[in-house]
T-cell receptor, first 114, second 113 residues
Framework: ETGVTQTPRHLVMGMTNKKSLKCEQH?????MYWYKQSAKKPLELMFV???????ENNSVPSRFSPECPNSSHLFLHLHTLQPEDSALYLC?????????????FGPGTRLTVT | GDSVTQMEGPVTLSEEACLTI???????????LFWYVQYPGEGLQLLLK?????DKGSNKGFEATYRKETTSFHLEKGSVQVSDSAVYFC????????????FGKGTLLTVNP
């Protein structure tokens, strides 16, 4: 148990659906991250938030829309996804944004797009 | 750009065997280096790190030494246990205000009793 929870743990959605992934951290951290973990590919950083402000967006398609209403919660809104978006989506948090601070990861949401 | 290359898995060992997982990197500056571990059904956890050349990171019997001359950060353990079965990721981050961790593809380790 790392103090970072993600819901749902598994999600199956069609390409025309709209769904949201939720991440919550109970560590009092100021930075939160979304990563994508695809089979046989390195973990990819998608978004970084510091004090509820987005500070990094790694050329992610607009069908992924993040939201950080406060420093404890992070959402990833999904719409009109493609089958290649099927992956494990990991949320992480750290005391502050930046490599010096250890990132704590949640267990992930396994997303399948049909 | 930055990149991390780690040995292809899966790696299967018997309990008490020695483990080495190779990791080499490409970076423009002087990165910090990390090993993360992902146990089945869980998120990644930081296992150890080294922030400058010749530093040795260690945790839970695992060790890795930051070798600038060979751009390597190999993970080693002298005697593995069944509970070490997991996926291991090597990663780097450049200095300054860079938020990004660049990961390798991961190596699956299975330890049999």
């Amino acid at each position: 148990e790392t103090g970072v929870t993600q819901t749902p743990r598994h999600l199956v959605m069609g390409m025309t659906n709209k769904k949201s992934l939720k991440c919550e951290q109970h560590l009092g951290h100021n930075a939160m991250y979304w990563y994508k973990q695809s089979a046989k590919k390195p973990l990819e950083l998608m978004f970084v938030y510091s004090l509820e402000e987005r500070v990094e967006n790694n050329s992610v398609p607009s069908r992924f829309s993040p939201e950080c209403p406060n420093s404890s919660h992070l959402f990833l809104h999904l719409h009109t996804l493609q089958p290649e978006d099927s992956a494990l989506y990991l949320c992480a948090s750290s005391q502050e944004a930046g490599f010096f601070y250890e990132q704590y990861f949640g267990p992930g949401t396994r997303l399948t797009v049909t | 750009g930055d990149s991390v290359t780690q040995m292809e898995g899966p790696v299967t060992l018997s309990e008490e065997a020695c483990l080495t997982i190779n990791c080499t990197y490409t970076a423009t500056g002087y990165p910090s280096l990390f090993w993360y571990v992902q146990y089945p059904g869980e998120g990644l956890q930081l296992l150890l790190k080294a922030t400058k050349a010749d530093d040795k990171g260690s945790n839970k019997g695992f060790e890795a030494t930051y070798r600038k001359e060979t751009t390597s950060f190999h993970l080693e353990k002298g005697s593995v246990q069944v509970s070490d079965s997991a996926v291991y990721f090597c990663a780097l981050s450049e200095g300054g205000s860079n938020y990004k961790l660049t990961f390798g593809k991961g190596t699956l380790l299975t330890v049999n009793p």
